[in-house]
């Protein structure tokens, strides 16, 4: 995980996470193969259906999910890594996931003020 902090306006920051796409493969390989257990797909008998199959129908939307989870736990991570404060919950500007490309976001947020 890759972290950069800009300072944008006064207390404002802009901070810029880029996620190496390994992260996001093992938890979404190891999503489908939960899945393999439980999904029902026609031809097939409940806890019988090959991961090729459940990657072709599901692969999408589980990556999507672990997006949102990812980015959740990689926010506030971030944070505590460069010891900011935020004074209120981070806007996420934008988010970029490409498959096989890793995710990348911005997140803006305004600091507490240091007091001396």
Known sequence: MQVSVETTNGLERKMTVVIEEERLSSVIDGRLQDMTKTVKVKGFRTGKVPLKIVKQQY??????????DVLQSTLYEAIGQEKLNPAGQPKIDSIKSDPGQ????????????EVK
């Open 102 to 113: 890793g995710m990348e976001y911005t997140a803006l947020f305004e600091v507490d003020p």
């Open 59 to 68: 692969a999408q939307q589980v990556r999507q999910e672990v997006v949102g």
